[in-house]
């Protein structure tokens, strides 16, 4: 157990709706990262808190959308979705910031849009 | 910008094989290099890692050595099991451009398959 929480862990949607995962860090880890796997594009950065502030920002769709709140957990939202939305969606947190030392995953969120 | 190659797989082999796991990296600077595993269901877990030239990782029998010179991390185990069978990725940190800040960047995966 990595001590990271994610929910829901599978999720099964229509084309054009809007859903909110949620990760929980492990305690005392300030930063929250988020990554999309799938098979054709592999793990895909998407997005990196610290603390409650955005820093750093990869390949995330302008239909997603993130924040972390002061308790410094996380969500993570997709709205109008498309087939191609469909993937797994992880989340790792890490003690630091402006260094990823290490980080821990959860287990994932399956998204499934159908 | 900063890259991970690694052989693509699925890779096959029976109990008790050696096994090597080639990666690659292109990156500017100094990267830490890791290997994360992903067993059937779960999310990845840090398997090792090392943060300068010349370092090598090791865990559960698995090693890894940073060779500069040749930009590799290549993943080693003498003696695979059964419950080594997973998917593994190399990693490593790439600064975010314009920043201080900096994230993982994977490679495509290797799945291993150990048969009895």
């Known amino acids: 157990d990595s001590g990271v929480t994610q929910t829901p862990k599978h999720l099964i949607t229509a084309t054009g709706q809007r859903v909110t995962l949620r990760c929980s860090p492990r305690?005392?880890?300030?930063?929250v990262y988020w990554y999309q796997q799938s098979l054709d594009q592999g793990l895909q950065f998407l997005i990196h808190?610290?603390?409650?502030?955005?820093?750093a920002k990869g390949n995330i769709l302008e239909r997603f959308s993130a924040q972390q709140f002061p308790d410094l957990h996380s969500e993570l939202n997709l709205s109008s979705l498309e087939l191609g939305d469909s993937a797994l969606y992880f989340c790792a947190s890490s003690v630091g910031g402006g260094g990823i030392a290490e980080a821990f995953f959860g287990q994932g969120t399956r998204l499934t849009v159908v | 910008g900063d890259s991970v190659t690694q052989m693509e797989g699925p890779v096959t082999l029976s109990e008790e094989a050696f096994l090597t796991i080639n990666c690659t990296y292109t990156a500017t600077g100094y990267p830490s290099l890791f290997w994360y595993v992903q067993y059937p269901g779960e999310g990845l877990q840090l398997l090792l890692k090392?943060?300068?030239?010349?370092d090598k990782g090791s865990n559960k029998g698995f090693e890894a050595t940073y060779r500069k010179e040749t930009t590799s991390f290549h993943l080693e185990k003498g003696s695979v099991q059964v419950s080594d069978s997973a998917v593994y990725f190399c990693?490593?940190?790439?600064?975010?451009?314009?920043?201080?800040?900096?994230?993982?960047?994977f490679g495509k995966g290797t799945l291993l398959t150990v048969n009895p």
């Open positions: 305690s005392g880890d300030l930063s």
């Open positions: 990693a490593l940190t790439s600064r975010m451009s314009g920043g201080s800040n900096y994230k993982l960047t």
């Open positions: 808190y610290y603390n409650g502030e955005e820093r």
């Open positions: 090392a943060t300068k030239a010349d």
